[in-house]
């Protein structure tokens, strides 16, 4: 029997990102890795965790989101909060970690539907708006949160943390723009990457499923779509609240490999979802492995071009704009075409079917 | 009493907004596209005028006008190298690379000018207004850029109705194809429109800096994206909308940190934003959208 | 569908030529060195920019000296600072870049989050840690970070006391950034010892890092309540719009700041008649009249053009209190980075240092410095010792 197409191209970029893994431990196992490198590890597969799921929304279900970054900031802080509370009840890291994974994805989840529900009915540029608003009122709610914990329980105020009114044994968790410092270091690379990998399998099998199809029947033809009775509104809220949950699965990697968690226009302003949705346009829209690609390449980058100095993000913005212009212009695709690898090593290459 | 001075106060925040605001939605308009480098372009104006007026010592008014001057060269070679040659790509690749601009725009003052804020010396020399015995007091600033605001939407909406540009304008933005058709030059018409809204950001950026007078590399992100946040709030692409949006975000600024509370401003501000855009899905005066079946 | 492929390529490419650069660099701390590896990072580009550059221009100004004056037990210093961007995931990445160049000391970060989540890094390396200005009490949170500038509370209870004593007020109104974690960090502690002081808080109004340029309705509510000091924890940037903009609303209260403000008489082309009377509690001025302070301004303004701030002070200070215990514990630069950090911990709370930022600067093994913080006043332009 043979395997489909699109099957086998997914399994190519799962055994890829395994390979990758095995390389890279071997690398670590014989000291070889820069310690730089090591510790990109993990930001490289939460960004192209944020990556993959933002395409689900742009890509997939065909709406601009400028608010990503607003979903990986709940899921922060949600698995945050309950590992640095769970930290003495629950011992087994293991199952501790796994709980604030689940708990950071149920919450972005649970963010992103509301938010679907709210504003899914707006088109385009106003969609594309109305997630950035939502990003930033996250941004915020969070950097006037404080909460706290005693012996009688949790405290909560939006003024400072005095008014938490803790009794003496009392912590302030969330400490308003301090945020929450002291979050267990759990996430390794290995779990990343398991992540990244559940992540590409999730999506994946969404967009080949009948689910999958009506979403993107409605991406591309939503009035015909409607007319074949598709319930657009809860595909579109389904495709959204699953990306949510994954970018809070990113979210729960980043809070818990960096010590200190705060919500700064840096990590979760719109200046973030930019980047992201840069990643997703860079790697191809609806394309996985080119947002995978696309993430990976950008996050090295300007840290690569650290020996630059001064000039490190002039360059970088210079990068960037020459690789969209190189990636999108028809002259350039055409020059690409003409100089493909394929005319002077045809015999590397499979013949391809015309009209694809 | 204090009601009023906080109203004052939101609109002469919002008439800043609107300024910028009417560059945006232009070039939304005909080009179709967000510009983010926008707030970037008139963070370069205010280091242009801030030196040829205060390191060099020319007089305010050459300042303005070589500061829009070089502000329009600007908008114009980065309309010709970064977005001419994505013309046919999506929407979404124009953005990325306007996001490219603002990058490299904020980080070239960074090398030029130097981290260290500035202080900007007002360019404009009236003395407040007093009302009410000395209880209201509107700001000079103010004084002008309203005016000049409500001159700039009158003379921008004529320009697009009334000149044969103009009109070729509102053609490519209707139907590139068509406009094409019709013998109006695309190129040419979105090289005009990046010109026109390069100078108003650099009188913008006269304006702002007047009004709010640190300066330095990132101050044009924020308001950029306030701006724009205007633009989308009065209907992008309506002339009129863009200056009422700014006007009224400003307003709704101001009040909710005066009322409400002081540190969740921003989010009120967002807010309002998404209720009044669940209630008028194209802003309040946006064009409502023509479905074709 | 080709096009996609022939990018993909190309970006694979990119890649495997990216991790074999990776793999080309030096594996850091192994000792054996000739030379004393000092780095930094900070913010370079981006909002806090002009902090970062402060504190990399400063330090190397003091590497400079200390190196043409023979080194630290006759061993010359290198010196390397990485931009953080203000940003605690980059600056653990410059982190580990600058471990990549053979870094055996950290002197930085210049801000409270990505310091905190360095410190977090070096404990585990067990590396030896002094930041010149990340002031937030979890920066010291572990035994091998320790601080020059004073620690967020400690100048918040510092400007409670100093008003209280001196009887500046009896109605205070607050005005702070409550996205930033130094300034709410202060106005918090401050707030709580003013419940013990003779004066009164009247009102407290924020604003955020998303609206910070106009400030007319905190400035209103300041007035309306009828404070007589403004107390602005914040730094210098704001201060500048909030002096300019009461000045336009005609109210004139006594301003009254801490380390954040020094730097406002630097800013070019403001009108210092603004910040005239304007009091802050600073540990360092920069026409401060004794020799050293005008040694290091003179070589600042040379190289750079510009008035140094207390960013800067504090990252001179930091080198040579690093030289001063290297040279008390006898390091020498191929001892191992463990053994460093061991000898650095026990010298430090020994000493007894005389720098830009205090005289009599002294440390106890939580990572918090003891000096006594000065308050000065702005008179025509310039920063008076006032008491």
New interface residues.
Partial sequence: MAIKKTTKSNLITIAILIIIYIVCQI?IAT??????????LV?LCYYSIMAVSLNLT?GILGE?SLGHAGFMCIGAFASSFFSKTMVDVIGNTFIRFTLAIIIGALSAALFGMIIGV??L???G??L???T???G??IK??I??LYIGIDRNGLHFS?Q???SLNLLEDGEAILN???GI??TP?NATFTIAIILLILTYVIITNLVNSRSGRAIMAIRDNR?AAETMGIPITRFKILAFSISAGLAGVAGVL?SHN???L?A????FG?NMS?MI??FV??G??G?L??SI??A??LT?LP??L?FMQ?????I???V??AL??F???????QW??NH???NYLPMFFKK?KEG? | MSFLSYLIRGISLGSVYSIIALGYTMVYGIAKMLNFAHGDIIMIGGYVIFTIMSTIGLPPFVAVLVGIVLCTLLGVTIERIAYKPLRSASSLAVLITAIGVSYFLQNFALLIFGADAKSFTSVIKLSPLELAGGKLTISGETLVTIPLCIIIMVFLSVFVKKTKVGRGMIAVSENKEAAILMGVNVNRTIAITFAIGSALAAVASALMFSAYPALSTTSGAMPGIKAFVAAVFGGIGSIPGAMIGGILLGIIEILSRAYISSQLADAIVFLVLILVLLVKPTGILGKKIQEKV | MKMKRMFGLLLVLSLVVASFAACGTKEGGSGGNDKFYIGGMGPLTGDAASYGLHVKWSAEIAVEEINAAGGINGKQIEFRFEDDEHDPEKAVNAYNNLKDWGLQVVMGAVTSGPSVAVAEETKNDNMFMITPSGSAPAVVKYDNAFQVCFSDPNQGSASAKYISDKGLATKVAVIYDSSEVYSSGIYEKFASEAKNSNFEIVAAEAFTADSKSDFAVQLQKAKDSGAELVFLPIYYQQAVLILTQANDMGYKPIFFGCDGLDGILGVENFDTALAEDVMLLTPFAADAQDEKTQNFVAKFKEAHNEVPNQFGADAYDAIYILKEALEAGNVTPDMSTSDITEALKKEITQLNFDGLTGAGMTWKATGEVNKEPKAVIIKDGAYTLFD
């Avoid at chain 1, 000291?31 to 990109?40: A, D």
């Avoid at chain 1, 001064?310 to 002039?314: Q, S």
């Fill in positions: 690398l000291g070889s890795m820069s310690n730089l490198m090591k510790g990109l930001p742009v601009l709210a504003v009915r707006l088109r540029d106003y594309a708006i109305v950035l608003a939502f930033e009122i915020n709610v950097n006037v939006m400072d943390s005095m308003g723009p301090r410092t002291g270091k009035i980043y960096i010590s200190t705060t700064t226009p840096k990590n719109y930019i949705l840069v346009v860079l191809g829209i394309n492995r080119g690609i696309a990976v390449i090295l840290e690569y650290r001064d000039y490190r993000m002039l970088y913005a210079v960037l704009i969209m212009i990636n999108w212009n028809p002259t350039c695709i690409r075409e493909s690898l394929k391809e694809l």
